[in-house]
């Protein structure tokens, strides 16, 4: 697949880029992912890293993307290169997109003065596992993540109640004045 073109995204792209996100990585399959892939998500990552979120393109289509940034800690001298999404379609998987878009992201890393490079994915990935084992990628730790439905917390329901009732309020604000609008018509 080498009439695919790895190249820096453009504005033009955003559109592709986030429905193939979209297509991907979906809230059913990754329901736990800190991150979740949104419009606000692409549209920030393109506008503060720009330079180093790139496409993967073959006649006029993108075919996949990936989407990286740099992380200075204070008062460390290490700066990292962090990859924090990487999509490539079905059909061109096993062909080299993927590994030529982290090729390429590591050298703007590299550029731009990154020590280390960090990527992460559910431990239940095996392919993406695999994946980045095979790009060189060590040193693996465990993270545990843990989340809590505050739905049944009774600030969240006292939350929810209140906005109820304001709705309320406002609908029935709406009806009176849209009675008195209607009878100030009827009255001239």
């Known amino acids: 697949m080498e009439a695919v073109v790895i190249r820096e995204m453009e504005i033009e792209d955003l559109p592709e880029v986030f429905s193939l996100g979209e297509t991907y990585f979906t809230a059913e399959d990754w ?4 991150r979740t892939w949104d419009e606000y998500e692409l549209v ?3 506008a503060y890293d720009g330079e180093t979120c790139l496409v993967a393109e073959e006649n006029d289509r993108i075919v996949g993307f990936v989407l990286g940034t740099l992380i200075e800690k204070r008062r460390s001298a ?10 490539v379609q079905t059909e061109y998987r096993q062909t080299g997109v993927a590994r030529r878009l982290v090729e390429r992201l590591t050298e703007l890393f590299i550029r731009d003065g990154a020590r280390m490079m960090i990527v992460d994915t559910d431990a239940e990935n095996d392919p993406a596992v695999a994946f980045f084992r095979k790009q060189g990628f060590g040193d693996e730790r465990e993270h545990v993540f843990f989340s809590k439905n505050l739905t049944g917390h009774p600030k969240y329901r006292s939350k929810v109640a209140r906005r109820s009732r304001r709705g309320k309020k406002v609908k029935k604000t709406r009806t009176v004045a849209a009675r008195q609008a209607l009878s100030n018509r009827e009255g001239r």
């Open 78 to 87: 290490w700066t990292y290169g962090y990859l924090v999404w990487l999509c």
């Open 44 to 46: 920030t990552m393109f």
């Open 31 to 34: 329901p736990s992912l800190y």
